[in-house]
């Protein structure tokens, strides 16, 4: 299997958070990232990627910079 856990980096303070199990797709779409698991689940999240380790199987997201 070749899916990931997403995690979202300093969320609240608190480093990183579980968001998403088994992820198998991750998308940019109407300017946020799609993002579904091997069960259906699916969620859009507004940030973007800060690194992805194939290795680890490990996706690390990081929220939007308001300004």
């Known amino acids: 299997m070749c899916e990931a ?14 968001y998403l199990e088994n992820v198998d797709v991750i998308r940019p779409e109407d300017g946020k990232l799609f993002i579904k698991n091997l069960f259906g689940e699916q969620k859009f999240f507004d940030g973007q990627i ?4 194939l290795i680890k199987h490990k996706i690390i997201l990081t929220k939007r910079q308001t300004t």
């Open 5 to 18: 856990n997403v995690y979202i980096d300093n969320y609240d303070g608190k480093g990183e958070i579980l």
């Open 50 to 53: 800060k690194e992805i380790s």
